[in-house]
């Protein structure tokens, strides 16, 4: 499951809170984000917090029995290609310490984006002595739109100008694994305001045009409305005649939350999840999103797990 969206919509919390309702449901989950530093580091995660995670470089940690937590590393996984092309371990160790090639992987855009596709794909391998999946359900907490653009057109752009060879056969694994409506669905998370919904229906555009499926949409923070249609107007009546107040602002905003979701409703391309504006914080937050999602009608469609799909890695 790949959660994307503009920087400050609530994405981050809209994942973790996704981790725990599937790990209250029973699912074993790994919850990832993109380590965006250009080398492997232990700098503090807002993700990790909010799941009680504590991060060690690109390794994977258990957080509970049925949660783990990993920062996907470009380096990590350039690493862990050479050590699957290269004859021995120790051969693709060192090719590693040496300073020429970690600055030309470094530099190259394509090649740093290609390193978090093979970890992740490299997790996704894994399995557990009877044969299942290690991680059956991973979710992916992409950086800012830009980076999950990125990121989904990085096979095609690969493919175009490496198409055989051992790069060329992992990046289509990796564009099947993307592709495959079985095994991966995007849900991307918005607010009830205008410009957000706007740059949410562009990215869906986007995410389609590069053939990755779009489950769901979230819009988060959806203040309440108490009131009826009547009990609506006579409200706004009442406010007016007295002359400015901070309650037209919070009429204003409830006016062009219900439009934003008006206009999700009629065009976004996927199935709509609403979550309530709440006042807790923090771990606090993510319990309460997660039991609000646990008692919707229908569940952000995660994809079906490996385990349930009888599918091999």
């Not at 009629?266 to 504006?277: G, K, S, V, Y």
Request: charged letters at 20%; proline letters at 8%; aromatic letters at 2%.
């Amino acid at each position: 499951m790949l959660v994307s969206g503009k920087g400050g919509v609530g994405k981050t919390t809209v994942a973790a809170a996704l981790a725990r309702a599937a790990v209250n449901a029973g699912k074993r989950v790994l919850l990832a984000e993109v380590e965006l530093g250009s080398a492997e580091t232990d700098s503090p995660s807002h993700l990790a917090e909010l799941v009680g995670a504590r991060p060690s470089g690109a390794q994977v940690v258990s957080v509970s029995e049925r949660l783990s937590f990993v920062r996907l590393s470009a380096i990590e996984g350039q690493r862990l290609f050479l050590q699957d092309i290269l004859p021995l371990k120790v051969m693709a160790d060192a090719a590693m310490r040496m300073r020429a090639l970690r600055r030309f992987l470094e530099a190259a855009p394509a090649l740093r984006e290609m390193g978090v596709l093979y970890q992740m794909l490299h997790l996704i391998r894994l399995t557990r002595p009877e044969g299942q999946a290690q991680h059956p359900l991973c979710i992916l907490d992409l950086p800012a739109t830009g980076h999950a653009l990125a990121l989904a057109a990085l096979p095609d752009t690969l493919l175009s100008v490496m198409p055989g060879g051992p790069i060329g056969r992992s990046v289509r694994e990796g564009l099947t694994l993307l592709r495959d409506p079985a095994l991966t669905g995007t849900v991307l998370v918005t607010l009830p305001e205008p410009l957000p919904v706007s740059e949410t229906m562009e990215l869906a555009t986007a995410i389609k045009t590069h053939g990755i499926p779009l489950v769901a949409g979230v819009l988060n923070r959806m203040p309440d409305n108490p009131f009826s249609p009547d009990g609506r107007d006579a409200v706004k009546r009442l406010l007016e005649a007295h002359g400015p107040h901070r309650g037209q602002r919070a009429l204003g905003r409830l006016d062009r939350a219900r439009s934003a979701q008006n206009r999700l409703e009629t065009n976004f391309p996927a199935q709509l999840l609403t979550l309530p504006d709440l006042t807790a914080t923090e771990r606090a937050l993510v319990d309460q999103l997660a039991a609000h999602l646990a008692r919707a009608p229908s569940s952000p469609a995660s994809p079906v797990s490996r385990e349930s799909a009888g599918a091999q890695p």
